[in-house]
Structure formats: C-alpha cells, structure tokens
C-alpha cells in the first residue's frame, strides 16, 4: 500500500499580518511534512486563513475598507511570509474561498437535516477578540480565560449542535485512543476540564454578524466561526464534492499540529463533528507550547512582536528555523529571544555544522585536489562514528514519529559534533606528513564526507537552503532518503571554492 501523510496547521485568523509564532506551528508541520515526502510518503500540508467573524468584521471598518479587502491584503502577505520561510504547503485554504463557502453550507445543511444541529435561544457570555463563547463556570468574573479581557452577555435565536449527544462517545474515544492528543498530559487537561463537567451544546449560528457563511437555508444567520474554521480540514480536500480524491487519500489527517490554547476545540468540537458526519478521527492532535516574549505569548492582542521577516534578514531563513524548531522541547512554552537565537546559532549552526563541513572540504582540496574514494584503511575509532551515523536515521524516525523535533535536531548534532571530536582524534593533519599513512588520511576524510553527506540529507526536512547548499559542495546534489547508511563504495567530488554557511554572529543586537 502506498504510504500517505496529511497533515495540517491551524488556519490562522487575518485580523493582523503573522507573527513568529504563526511561523512556529508553520515550521513544525513543513519540516514534518518536508521529512515525510524525503522519506517516500505521499504527503499533503495544508495550512490557510480563517477569515469570518466579528473581530475581522471590526478591524476591517476600523481600516475603512470592505472585510475581504482587509483579509486579501493580509493573506497576500501571508503568502510571501511562507515563501520567505522555505513553507511547502500543497494547499493555502481561505474560508472565504469558493470550494469553501460551499461545502461549509453543505455540512450545515447535513447536519440539521439528521438533527445534529438545532435552532434554539442564545444566552451567554462572548469573547469578542477571541471569537468564542463561554460558560459561566468556565469564565470565572465575567473575564475570557483565554485572553483575560472582558466579555459581554449576548442573546438571540440560533443554531446549536448536539455536543452532549456524543460526549461519552469522545470520552472513550480519547481514552482508547492514546496517540489521540499529544501531548499525553493534555488528554488528562480535556477530559478532567471540560468533558467531564459536561458538554453544553454548541452555539453554530450567530444573526448579529454579516461577516460569514450565510446557513443555506435562513439567511438571517451566519455559521458561527468554529464551524466554519474547523471544516477546512475536509473542505480543502474536496469533502462532500464529485472532485473527492483528495479527501479519500488522505482524509483522516495524520498529524494536525495547534497551539495549545486551541486544543480543546480541535479535541472535543472537531471529532464531534467528525463523529456526526460518520468520519475518521485524525490521528493525531498535537498541541504544542507558547513562544513567549519577556514571560508573556507573543500574540496580536499585545503586539508584543516584529514582523519575521526583520529576523529572517537578519540571521537567515535557516537560522530561524532551526532556532525555533530545536530551543523549544516537545509540548512545553519556549522563549523567543535574539540573544538565545544568536547563541544556537552560534553554537550549533556555526561552529558545529559550518566548521565541520569547512575543515572537511578544505582538507579534500588541500590534500587530495578535492577528489577522494574510500580506500577502506580503518582503525577501531571509526566504528564508533560510523555506527552513530548508521544508527541516525532510525532515531530521526522515532522522534519525528512521537512529535520530538527537537529531539530528532539533538540526534543529528550529535552526530556532527561526533565528526568534529573524530577530526582532532584522527588528526588528518598529522597523517598528511606521512607518505606511508595517505590513504588512511583519505579514509579518514571520506568517512567524514559520508557523515556530511547523510546529515544533510535528513537537515534538508528542517533547514533546506543550507543542507542543499552542502550537498551541492560536497558534490551530491540528490539528497536521497533511501541511501542514509555509510556506503563503502562512492567517491566525492567537492567544490573548490568553498563558501561559508553560518558565519558567527556577533551578540550586538
Ligand atoms: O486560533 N506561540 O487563529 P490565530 C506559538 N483561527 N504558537 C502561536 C503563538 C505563540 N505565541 N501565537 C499564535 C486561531 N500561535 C483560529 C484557528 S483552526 C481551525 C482555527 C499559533 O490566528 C498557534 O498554532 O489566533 C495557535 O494555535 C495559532 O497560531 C492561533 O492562531
């Protein structure tokens, strides 16, 4: 059976352009999905903007333009945001795209006709910045427990869907189903939080917002964001359409990465809809931590943030996503700060990866005019490198698979750092002024060249430019997936007019 990958980030709202941590929930789903399309998986990463609802619907007239001219405008830059940061998306999904729109209704419409949806009477409490309503034991003084700001009691006719009915049914589910939500201690937060005290039926419908999908049938109501924002995963594919292949690919998603504040809508919301429409749960929701700027989320609301891209200039695109993907371990907060962000890349990217791959070529050149083979003199001390660089990929695998990015980065430096330590165990230096020794000096030096050769082919899924970049000096210009064990029997050809790739950055911010 051919072996498919979907995965998705969530849709982001364009009420203001993207910042940093938009970019982190985009890098973890590209380097995944860059790592599973390397390792032969038909892959598809979707990812998009989530444009209705009243907070776009303000900003917009605050702007003095129409709703769709502000979110154009916003997911244009959007859109060269992700082509600076090396994003591979297979489809950018707009909610207010045609395709959308449509299968939205459609949805609705299935789900009133079988009952799960209902008309009924509207009280309670509402969040305006974050477009969500609220219990009043959830929402202790009349304050949003999210974003801690003000909410107001609203009440009017709308439409509702049935989340009680199914509330035992996702308990079990959950709780047969352990990759289900990831990290595990956010199993424990959904289930102990919000199933068990109750599920109160959900408010689907909102008549005081223009901004939305008009309900195909009473088109005084619009469908109330999370509805219309959560379908995405299925409406991109073509849910519900005669042009479903893509849905029956890949639908159910492998992975659907969020940040952990919107867990609980794609854990408790999202499979009940799922379950109503008698479809397959994804397999995996993961919720990963905050990037925080002195001890606070960086997020629209504080405008706490620069745009990436004066980062991205600054220190490279590879930088800055190697930064992210490998400071912040699986699950928890992390902080964003340039001075940490100039320390890795420091430390690793320069100093251990840019070092390694300039002493390497630069002694193929210097003593062997930049051609080499393996002439297979070994000694007891390559056996330890070889069998970490063998082993690498299998560990690379497993961290990937358990959603440790991080971890899988550690695995692979230590590789590289094991490259560097091997260099000044072997000396090549001291083996060059003995005739007798060259060819142990060429297997030393080859041994290395394999070390750089399968590293950057597994860095490619995480920092593209630079592993390819590497590649191509060291001659190798297909980073294939299926040859990351040391091959005894090649020959490298390296550049020679090699170029630095990470220089030291000064600590002057
Ligand atoms: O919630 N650190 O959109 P949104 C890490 N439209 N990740 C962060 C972050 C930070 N400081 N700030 C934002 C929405 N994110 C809805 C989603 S999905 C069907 C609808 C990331 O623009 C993280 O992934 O508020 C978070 O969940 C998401 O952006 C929130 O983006």
Request: proline share 4%; net charge negative.
């Amino acid at each position: 059976m051919e072996k498919k990958f979907y995965i998705t980030t969530p849709i982001y709202y364009p009420s203001a352009n993207f910042h940093i941590g938009h970019c982190y929930s985009t890098i973890i789903a590209d380097s995944i999905a860059r790592y599973k399309r390397l390792d032969g998986y038909d892959t598809f990463f979707l990812t998009g903007s989530d444009e209705h609802g009243q907070k776009i619907e303000k900003k917009a007239l605050e702007a003095g333009v129409t709703p769709q001219e502000y979110v154009d405008k916003i997911v244009e830059n959007a859109k060269d945001l992700w082509d600076k940061l090396a994003i591979t998306h297979d489809r950018f999904i707009r909610t207010t795209d045609k395709d959308h729109v449509e299968i939205v209704q459609k949805i609705f419409k299935k789900l009133y006709d079988q009952k799960d949806i209902y008309k009924g009477e509207y009280k309670g409490l509402y969040c305006t910045p974050c477009e969500s309503f609220w219990t009043e034991t959830q929402a202790k003084d009349n304050v949003c427990p999210d974003c801690g700001k003000e909410l107001h009691e609203v009440s009017e006719e709308a439409y509702f869907l049935k989340l009680s009915k199914y509330q035992q049914r996702l308990e079990e589910y959950i709780k047969s189903h352990p990759h289900f939500i990831k990290p595990e201690s956010r199993q424990n937060e959904m289930i102990n939080n919000f199933i068990k005290p109750g599920l109160e039926d959900l408010c689907v419908s909102r008549t005081s917002i223009k901004w939305g999908i008009p309900v195909s049938f009473d088109e005084e109501h619009v469908i109330y964001v999370w509805l219309d924002a959560l379908s995405n995963y299925i409406t991109a594919l073509g849910y519900l359409t005669e042009n479903d292949e893509l849905f029956k690919k890949y639908w159910p998603a492998d992975v659907q990465i969020v940040g952990k504040e919107i867990v609980r809508f794609h854990t408790i919301i999202w499979p009940i809809i799922l379950m109503a429409l008698d479809l397959p749960l994804p397999k995996t929701v993961f919720g990963h931590g905050w990037l925080i700027i002195d001890g606070n989320k960086i997020s629209k609301s504080l405008g706490n943030y620069k745009d990436p891209r004066d980062y991205i200039d600054k220190y490279g695109v590879d930088a800055i996503r190697y930064f992210v993907l490998r400071e912040i371990p699986f699950g928890n907060d992390g902080n964003f700060s340039e001075e940490a962000l100039i320390s890795r890349t420091n430390a690793d990217l320069a100093n251990t990866w840019g070092n390694l791959v300039n002493r390497t070529i630069g002694m193929v050149n210097k003593y062997f005019d930049g051609k080499i083979e393996n002439k297979k003199v070994e000694e007891p001390l390559d056996k330890e490198l070889l069998s970490l660089i063998n082993d690498l990929k299998a560990k690379t695998d497993e961290k990937i698979e358990s959603l440790e990015i991080s971890k899988a980065l550690e695995a692979i430096f230590d590789v590289l750092r094991a490259s560097n330590k091997y260099i000044d165990d072997t000396a090549p230096w001291i083996l060059a002024k003995d005739d007798t020794k060259k060819d142990r000096l060429e297997t030393v030096l080859y041994n290395l060249l394999e070390s750089i050769r399968i590293t950057a082919t597994i860095l490619e899924a995480f920092m593209p430019t630079s592993s390819k970049n590497v590649l191509s000096q060291i001659g190798k210009t297909d980073s294939d997936f299926k040859c990351l064990e040391v091959n005894a029997n090649s020959s490298f050809e390296v550049t020679s007019t090699p170029s630095q790739l990470f220089t030291r950055i000064e600590k002057k911010i």
